[in-house]
């Protein structure tokens, strides 16, 4: 996966982002190491003071936790990982739902093209 | 009787968190009917890679080399950990100049030891390796490398060394993007709790990413000092896009 920023908002905030994709999508599983702040600097060519600020965002949301000398894991809660994927998958929701309205169809329009859609392709 | 010993003994300058590695008080320097810096005062503090950013003539070149004790100012003061520039802070700043600034006969061979001599802190092994990463080899002068490589080795040179605060006049202008990805890479695998990295330059949106401040200077004036995601966050732009606003000709 690359690392990709917009323009229009702060680094910090897509950083926390794209780490909640890349552990929604198992690329950090459960349970399993997070890499340290400079690796992730490093590796999102990023300043390492934004990074470590998106790393205790996580922690404080509760989707990693350190330990003292061993460093960063991601929770090893499943619940919690389907919450965030719930609300990452509201966002998508909202915001397709958006473009619709934009574009003139209802709800029950949308659903039933979906619908559609779905039955096109199989 | 210890106690009273350690009391009387001169109390060691306070590094902590919140102690500034560069104060600029007032700062302005006059060339012959110019004026280059006006009344500038900032203040910088440790652990932070700082963007010094300014359209051609903003004085970025010549704050650099007054901190750098290249020049003197005409009025104002500037201290580096404490100090005064002069011999004790050049042992703490390590400067990449905005041009080629080393003996082009050399070999980077030579030039490593070269910079062994001269600074106490230069990490003569993690050089090597940064050299060795790039198939710089140690008999190639530096007269016969492209601008590029030349750029890389100035700034892995500058950047072995374990100083307290970096100088970087333009490193990333006049190189290609991959170039220029490898230099900030480098400015980013090197980032110290303990130093703080100026970086000069104009070409604000490659390397906005890489800092925790900008400074904005327009005709030696110091029109802004902020945080990048501060920035981000109260203009819904990015650094690069204000500037284009603020700068506008």
Redesign the interface.
């Known amino acids: 996966m690359v690392w990709k920023?917009t323009?229009?908002?702060?680094?910090?905030t897509q950083l926390v982002e794209q780490l909640q994709l890349r552990i929604a999508m198992g690329q950090y599983p459960p349970g399993g190491k997070f890499p340290s702040v400079?690796e992730l600097?490093?590796e999102?060519?990023?300043?390492?003071?934004?990074m470590q600020?998106a790393l205790t965002q996580l922690e404080s949301s509760g989707l990693l936790y350190s330990e003292r000398t061993a460093g960063r894991f991601v929770t090893k809660e499943a619940d919690r990982i389907m919450q965030m994927k719930k609300e990452m998958a509201q966002h998508l929701m909202t915001e397709f739902l958006r473009g619709m309205k934009e574009l003139g169809f209802t709800k029950e329009q949308t659903i039933r093209l979906l619908q559609q859609m779905e039955e096109e392709s199989i | 009787m210890n106690e009273q010993l350690e009391q009387t003994a001169p109390i060691p300058q306070v590094q902590g968190e919140h102690a500034p590695i560069l104060v600029c008080e007032h700062l302005s320097k006059f060339y012959p009917q110019c004026l280059a810096l006006n009344d500038l005062s900032l203040s910088l503090q440790p652990g932070r890679i700082v963007g010094l950013l300014g359209p051609n003539g903003s004085g970025k070149t010549t704050l650099i080399k007054l901190i750098n004790g290249l020049l003197t100012p005409t009025s104002g003061q500037i201290t580096i950990s404490g100090m005064k520039p002069g011999p004790q802070t050049k042992a703490i700043v390590s400067y990449l100049p905005d041009r080629n600034s080393l003996p082009e006969w050399m070999t980077t061979e030579e030039l490593l030891h070269f910079f062994a001599d001269f600074y106490a802190d230069f990490d003569i092994g993690k050089a090597r390796e940064m050299l060795q990463h790039l198939h710089i080899t140690e008999k190639m002068r530096l007269k016969t490398m492209s601008k590029g490589t030349k750029e890389k080795v100035q700034l892995i040179l500058t950047m072995s060394r374990a100083a307290k605060l970096y100088l970087l006049d333009e490193p990333i202008g006049g190189v290609d993007p991959a170039a220029r990805d490898y230099i900030l890479e480098t400015i980013i695998s090197n980032y110290s709790k303990d130093a703080c990295v100026i970086i000069s330059t104009h070409l604000i949106a490659d390397i906005e990413k890489i800092l925790d401040e900008v400074l904005f200077l327009n005709s030696g004036v110091l029109v802004m000092q902020s945080s990048v995601d501060d920035i981000r966050e109260k203009e819904g732009k990015s650094v690069d896009a204000l500037f284009r606003e603020v700068f506008r000709c």
Do not use: H
Request: aromatic share 12%; hydrophobic share 35%.
């Open positions: 920023f323009e229009d908002r702060p680094i910090y400079r600097a490093s999102a060519a990023v300043n390492p003071n934004t600020r």
